[in-house]
């Protein structure tokens, strides 16, 4: 069985992998949306199901107020046998304001990742990207990069090492400088710190977090080095070459997209061992709308077979260092794992596991008791702020899908609004709202777009509506996405313009980075934060399977 990738598709960046007997996990940023850390697990190698996300309190990581694409960064999940837990070293990445980049790391445990896990450990700020080795000897090691600030100094800045004191919940002194990349991509990052026989191998990101993006190796027989890096790096990548880019701190670098590769961006890497001895490496990719070179479904994780040569180097399966669009399978014993639901008709008392809200938790507004049937939400700030939103959203996977909700909500000035959104963040989205228009002088559906933070009523869709439900459907047909509305879930009438789908993305977006586009239903009450609005059901389904191409 091939797999083909994105194995996890949307936004599903900076993907962190690991195994504790028989069972598979993977760990990926989630930047401002809460639940943080989500973790998909699998038996096989080849089915991945969400299972939990690691930071459920929102007093644990406060992401309120944090602009776009900051928040949690690089989660790194591993198991440490000897104590039968889990540990999850992650940094809450406050501002890159005169390119600082404020960030503290914590750690924390649990003997499952669906927790319970423990209070966050303070560990540094001296960079991101944090992750952790437990030694054979017992000892635990944090890598991280060290992000550089002083003038005349190579930029992003180097490889730390610091060891980690787990009684003392503490690190060991300050942390030293190992290494400093291991191509002339520049912009070093995503340290991962693994053993294997008589080496240490480090395993990084260079080149950016875009178009120039790869994996690179190094090893040494003590930990703190010196480290020698790969005579072959890098060892994946979709853009072939070794530029020199040590000077350019752009993480895009749009240059370098390969024509030749299904999949872009692809670096930031992790591996595992199977039981049956197979070595994988996971790691993040995109793909993106051509020519403009817009990923609306953000970085997604991929892949890749790997082999270990004799003279001790890892590479990928079949040759070469680019990405592959089909990944071979591994042995390991079909486990199918559950998929999650394309229709939510809100008769659990709980939230569905595939539900976020930006920066807050999504249960401080929502409620699935006093309506049975229905959830009702409480409506708060406007969609642009930074604050609290009432926004509840899955990850857009695919662009092809058709959403619907069926809405009841009646608002009563013109603070008050409710409806479906195409959201990248709090600067661009789309909302087919029903709301309290002055000029009708009653209910009415309108389709406002904000675009870099440019608010539009879209030019006639303003349309009285009845009293009573009514249903709201949004439609994501590649590069165009239309909203449109139905009293009786049958007959479906268009409303407002066409949407540019590819204009949802890092690349276009003036203020955001990092992320994705996601769906979700939204209510607003820019008076008293109290007006409730109520949905029968939300329905996600896609035209197509998630591993097609996105590109045309």
């Keep these: ?69 900051k928040g949690i960064w690089a989660p790194c999940l591993t198991y440490c046998q000897e104590e039968g837990l889990f540990y999850l070293v992650y940094g809450v990445m406050h501002s890159m304001n005169a390119r600082y980049f404020d960030i503290d790391n914590f750690v924390i445990t649990a003997p499952d990742p669906a927790g319970p896990w423990s209070e966050p450990v303070y560990l540094h700020s001296a960079g991101f990207d944090a992750s952790t080795l437990h030694d054979a000897d017992g000892r635990k090691w944090v890598v991280s990069l060290e992000w550089e600030t002083r003038t005349g100094y190579q930029k992003p800045g180097g490889i730390c090492l610091v060891e980690y004191n787990p009684k003392k919940r503490a690190i060991v002194g300050y942390p030293k400088r190992i290494w400093m990349g291991g191509t002339r991509r520049g912009c070093l990052e995503a340290p991962h710190l693994t053993r294997r026989g008589e080496y240490y191998y480090l395993m990084c990101a260079e080149g950016g977090t875009g178009y120039n993006h790869c994996v690179t190796m190094a090893r040494s027989k003590s930990v ?15 853009a072939p070459g070794d530029p020199d880019e040590l000077a350019n701190t752009d993480h895009l670098k749009p240059n370098y997209y390969n024509p030749a590769s299904y999949l872009q961006k692809c ?5 595992v061992e199977t039981s049956l001895g197979e070595t994988y490496l996971v790691h993040l990719c995109a793909r993106p709308f051509l020519p403009e070179l817009r990923c609306t479904l953000g970085r997604e994780t991929a892949m890749q077979k790997m082999v270990w040569t004799e003279d001790g180097w890892l590479r990928l399966e079949g040759g070469g260092n680019l990405a592959k669009e089909f990944c071979p399978g591994s042995l390991l014993p079909d486990a199918p794992e559950r998929s999650l639901p394309g229709l939510d008709d809100f008769d659990s008392p709980q ?76 600067m661009n989205f789309l909302c087919l709202r029903k709301y309290y228009s002055q000029t009708v002088g009653g209910s009415a559906l309108s389709v406002v777009a904000v ?43 268009p409303i407002g313009p066409a949407f540019d789908t590819s204009k949802l993305s890092d690349e276009y977006s003036q203020y955001g980075e990092f992320t994705g586009t996601f769906v979700g239903i939204a209510a607003a009450d820019r008076l008293l934060h109290q007006k409730t609005a109520d949905f029968d059901f939300f329905d996600y389904q896609e035209a197509d399977w998630p591993g097609c191409r996105v590109d045309g």
């Design 351 to 426: 939230l569905g596991i595939q539900y976020y809200a930006p920066r807050i938790d999504p249960r401080s507004f929502t409620d699935l008791e006093s309506r049975p049937g229905w959830l009702r939400m409480r409506g708060q700030e406007s969609p642009c702020s930074l604050n609290r939103v009432s926004l509840l959203a899955r990850k857009l996977t695919s662009l092809h899908a058709t959403v619907t909700t069926r809405m009841e909500f009646t608002p009563e000035v013109y603070q008050h609004s409710a409806g479906l959104m195409l959201y990248y963040d709090n």
């Design 224 to 238: 703190w080095g010196p480290y020698e890096g790969d005579p072959e790096n890098p060892i994946l990548t979709a």
């Design 267 to 271: 670096g930031h890497g992790s591996y």
């Design 1 to 69: 069985m091939n797999l083909h990738n994105p194995i996890l598709p949307g936004f599903h960046p900076d993907p962190c992998i690991c195994r504790r007997g028989e069972d598979y996990y993977i760990a990926c940023s989630s930047f401002e949306w809460f639940p943080a850390v989500p973790i998909y697990h699998s038996r096989d190698m080849k089915h991945w199901g969400l299972y939990s996300h690691a930071i459920t309190d929102p007093a644990v990581a406060d992401l309120s107020r944090l602009p776009s694409a």
């Design 451 to 493: 675009e870099d933070g440019q608010k539009t009523d879209c030019p006639g869709s303003r349309t009285p509506v009845p009293e009573g439900p009514v249903y709201l459907r949004l439609v994501v047909d590649g590069r165009e996405s239309r909203f449109l509305w139905s009293m009786d879930g049958a007959e479906y009438r």
